[in-house]
């Protein structure tokens, strides 16, 4: 089993959708839950942190973290084309090892 | 606030041949770090700094692999000889010294090995 695991998709949805995201990891200890968005050809960049159980709301996103199922999700609200990217789960296993899932790549059609 | 740092952004070489990439993290940031990243999959973790200090190489092929970061602030990452399979991007991400401090990464180096 990976210890972070995603479907690789793509995830197709409309403009003005809301796409959802889903990330399961198998270390019942791990903390901190982070998602990056990829465009195609550069780094990963940051956009969501969640520590707690619950939801974690910025501006188009929601981050949802459920401990007990292991489980992150992030929404995003009104898709846009722009949204277009593979989006990376992380997970900080402990000690700073940050553990990455192979992505989701999302697709928003115009 | 200057992000990561990294150079070259592209190299080209022959198979057993040495190459080196380098990287200068965001000031302030004691933790950095080395990622691999092949096509198609998340970045893979090749080693971890805190400070001058490597405190996680497990993942690194220490038979062609090398790192250093002399003064605890910017890191070479060496690969010497080079094999076809090397052919990836190379990540370079720092963080503060929290264990919930969220990465930042450069741009990366993409290194195609023929």
């Known amino acids: 089993q990976k210890e972070v695991e995603q479907n690789s998709g793509p995830l197709s949805v409309p403009e003005g959708a809301i796409a959802s995201l889903n990330c399961t990891y198998s270390?019942?200890?791990?903390?901190?839950f982070f998602w990056y968005r990829q465009y195609s050809g550069k780094s990963p960049e940051l956009i969501m942190f969640?520590?707690?159980?619950g939801d974690k709301e910025d501006g188009r996103f929601t981050a949802q973290l459920n401990k007990a199922s292991q489980y992150v999700s992030l929404l995003i609200r009104d898709s846009q084309p722009s949204d277009s990217a593979t989006y990376l789960c992380?997970?900080?296993?402990?000690?700073?090892?940050?553990?990455f899932g192979t992505g989701t790549r999302l697709l928003v059609s115009p | 606030e200057a992000g990561v740092v990294q150079s070259p952004r592209y190299k080209i070489i022959e198979k057993k041949q040495p190459v080196a990439f380098w990287c200068n993290p965001i000031?302030?940031?004691?933790?950095l770090y080395w990622y691999l990243q092949n096509l198609g999959q998340g970045p893979e973790l090749l080693i971890r700094?805190?400070?001058?200090?490597?405190?996680?190489d497990s993942q690194l092929p220490k038979d062609r692999f090398s790192a250093e970061r002399l003064k605890g602030v910017d890191s070479t990452l060496k690969i010497q000889p080079a094999e076809l399979g090397d052919s990836a991007v190379y990540l370079c991400?720092?963080?503060?010294?929290?264990?919930?401090?969220?990465?930042?990464f450069g741009n990366g180096t993409r290194l195609t090995v023929t």
């Open positions: 991400a720092s963080s503060l010294s929290s264990s919930d401090s969220p990465l930042h």
């Open positions: 270390d019942r200890g791990s903390q901190s």
């Open positions: 969640i520590y707690s159980n």
């Open positions: 992380a997970v900080n296993t402990g000690f700073q090892k940050l553990v």
């Open positions: 000031s302030g940031h004691n933790t």
């Open positions: 700094y805190e400070n001058e200090e490597a405190v996680d």
